[in-house]
């Protein structure tokens, strides 16, 4: 067990500057340990020097807490917009054993938001003098950015062994001077072991608003959403004047409860200066769900108006896991004969959006990169095929973690792509990314256990660890290829664009790559008319006498409203016409290279029927005149919408070229060889060895 009381003035410690730890003096190794729950540790959080600025004024406003065991015990009161803080608090601790450090981490408050790190350490407590006040000078780091400056934090503390008897006054006595505190501390306790009772993880993606009710004098609102489950909170970022806004938010709550739970969700409209309006509220009924399941939900708001579109998914923890990996789908014979009945050529238009079926095995990993200040991390797997998103559990203080976890999946478009992303968990903040996989479906061979090595967040390089994953694909071929036909899913939750030199130049190069082409084309198609090459020429000279049609597109493009900016507007508009010519750059590479793509087999499917097309297409046209194919075509397009009102308009063309991969995608999908001592076998070798 460990108690926590706050002091008021009541531990007086003395301090002794410029003292080390273990160089002088009787160590822990020299006096023999009391027995287990018998130390009282006094700490007093002297000041902070040199912190982190996290706010935009260049200052913060840091907070400490203290942590045993994964368990706060202790929490600093906030100092306002300064780096320098100065605290001078007290509390008492009781420890049942030295074995675990005291954890030391430095929050910048944010009222209403998540608030920021600041920086870590840990203190050891088996290397502590007992009865001996010790002043300690803690540097500040983030595990993932070890070379910043982080600032210091000073404490001092003493060690000391106490008798039964005299805890158990002592215990009496904190109880009444910090019954408060005493309280939030047991809570914090409960939580941390019903952290170990999870029932699962509830998945929320907040996508957009609809026809929200306006609450300013403009006729608009700006609306952001609260959700709450039980005594965990999220809150979603504002969106400035709208009334149907896109947060594109994605959050995470442990589901306790076996029978599931009600999230109370409310939308709200920010008011600067004044109490934020209410705009409305809807309830999700998670026993209502059901689990290792995307669904989509168009929530009508009670007390306003307008609708909140979410994705939810519920995954079950490591104790309801959904399938073990001895007994699976796809192993069972009956199961997987039902599995490829269902997906038969002869079931062709049976529920034309059932392409196939995905399994996958999420095995383990080895090597993870550590996140946590100890050498060690809190990985979890997060699966993701478009928009269903489906977690593993944590497995605490590992670096070599196994899942054994089983995941389905419906696919609906058999072009889409497996990501598999691998977190550290962090309650005090957002979980921290260790390593990424993209894996194409059509490159998946069936039943291979393979080990994957870990990418960066662009999929440009490789980061620290493999993964062991297991896939199996089944799929109906003529399903697959007339979905290549309809426009892709959109996925709602995907990286926001940001202005890089490097991408821009990229993009650039990329750009002037495909104009080349075209300049040589260009050059090529002049040298016929030049009748440089009679044969070429006489050969040009008949196809253009069939080339009756010539299409121009031309985009207008507004001018923006000429308007007086302050110089931080300016400077984000220029920004923000930097990222659009860099994505119009990105797109108009990625269409030249795509079509490039689609001739040299980079993806065989897709030329495979980009081939069987043209030779249908071709021999359509050996028996009906062109004119009634275009007749037919056109009535098609005209009468679409009267047909189907909620139809997408589309170009079968556009949509076949968007499921070809451009250069950037084939090297963020491209497998990188991972060390031949983790392959399965040699690992078997090794361990029988």
């Not at 608009?220 to 999220?234: A, E, I, N, T």
């Not at 065989?604 to 028996?623: D, E, G, N, R």
């Not at 491209?670 to 078997?684: N, W």
Request: proline share 4%.
């Amino acid at each position: 067990m460990l108690y926590s009381c706050k002091l008021k003035g009541a531990c007086n410690l003395p301090v002794i500057y410029n003292k080390k730890i273990n160089t002088a003096g009787t160590s822990n190794a020299d006096v023999p340990l009391a027995e287990p729950g018998m130390y009282q540790l006094d700490i007093t959080l002297r000041r902070g020097q040199s912190l982190a600025a996290r706010d935009r004024g260049g200052t913060s406003d840091p907070y400490v807490k203290f942590k045993i065991g994964r368990k706060e015990v202790f929490r600093s009161k906030i100092i306002h917009k300064n780096l320098n803080p100065v605290w001078e608090e007290k509390a008492c601790l009781l420890v049942d054993h030295l074995r675990e450090p005291l954890y030391i981490k430095v929050f910048d408050y944010d009222f209403g938001l998540q608030d920021d790190f600041m920086g870590s350490a840990f203190l050891d407590l088996t290397q502590l003098e007992l009865n001996r006040p010790t002043d300690v000078t803690l540097t500040l780091k983030d595990p993932h950015y070890p070379d910043h400056d982080l600032g210091i934090i000073l404490l001092s503390v003493v060690l000391t062994p106490k008798e039964g008897e005299h805890v158990t006054m002592l215990m009496r006595k904190s109880w009444k001077r910090s019954s408060k505190f005493q309280t939030q501390s047991l809570r914090l306790s409960d939580v941390h072991r019903k952290s170990h009772l999870w029932r699962g993880i509830v998945s929320i993606t907040l996508i957009e608003g609809r026809d929200l009710k306006a609450m300013d004098s403009n006729g608009l609102s700006d609306p952001y959403v609260k959700f709450r489950l039980g005594h965990q909170k999220y809150k979603s970022k504002i969106m400035p004047k709208t009334l149907n806004p896109q947060w594109r938010e994605q959050f995470d709550f442990h589901l306790y409860e076996e029978r599931g739970g009600i999230i109370d969700i409310t939308a709200w409209d920010k008011d600067a200066g004044k109490r934020d309006d209410f705009i409305g509220r809807c309830q999700i009924d998670l026993s209502a769900l059901s689990r290792e399941q995307t669904h989509k939900l168009e929530l009508q708001l009670e007390e306003g108006e307008g609708h909140l579109v979410l994705l939810v998914t519920l995954t079950a923890s490591a104790t309801v896991s959904i399938s073990d990996l001895s007994v699976n789908s796809l192993e069972d014979q009956k199961e997987r004969e039902e599995i490829l009945k269902r997906y038969s050529p002869l079931r062709i238009f049976h529920n034309l959006k059932d392409v196939g079926f995905l399994q996958v095995k999420v095995i383990r990993a080895e090597g993870l990169m550590a996140a946590d200040v100890t050498g060690k991390s809190d990985p979890f797997c997060v699966v993701e095929l478009n928009n269903d998103r489906l977690l593993t559990h944590t497995v605490y203080k590992n670096l070599n973690p196994e899942w054994n976890k089983v995941f389905t999946f419906n696919i609906k478009d058999i072009h889409s792509v497996l990501e598999v992303t691998v977190y550290d968990e962090d309650r005090d903040r957002s979980a921290d990314f260790l390593g990424k996989v993209a894996i194409p479906l059509l490159s998946i061979q069936n039943g291979e256990q393979k080990a994957y090595v870990l990418k960066n967040k662009q999929l440009t390089g490789p980061t620290k660890g493999v993964i062991y994953l297991e896939i199996d694909v089944i799929f109906n071929a003529v399903k697959a290829s007339l979905r290549t036909l309809i426009p892709k899913e959109q996925k709602y939750i995907e990286e926001e664009n940001r202005l890089s030199k490097q991408l821009l130049l990229r993009n650039f190069i990329r750009t002037k790559r495909c104009v080349m082409v075209l300049v040589n084309a260009a050059y090529y198609v002049n040298s016929c008319f030049d009748w440089d090459s009679p044969p070429r020429s006489l050969a040009a000279f008949v196809v253009v006498e069939d080339m009756l049609e010539d299409e121009e597109e031309d985009d207008d493009k507004d001018d923006k409203d000429s308007e007086k900016k302050g110089f931080i507007n300016k400077i984000y508009a220029i920004q923000e016409v930097c990222i659009s010519v860099q994505n119009i750059l990105d797109e108009v590479a990625s269409f030249g290279e795509r079509i490039k793509n689609t001739f040299n087999w980079t993806v065989p499917f897709l030329s495979w029927l980009a081939i069987v097309a043209l030779c249908a297409f071709t021999v359509i046209l050996y028996f009906i005149p062109l004119r009634y194919i275009v007749l037919v075509w056109g009535i098609n397009k005209f009468t679409k919408k009267l047909r189907n009102p909620y139809a997408i308009d589309n170009n079968e063309l556009l949509d076949f070229l968007s499921r070809v991969p451009s250069d950037v995608q084939v090297v963020q999908y491209q497998e990188l060889k991972p060390d031949p001592s983790h392959s399965p076998c040699k690992r078997k070798k090794n361990n029988l060895g």
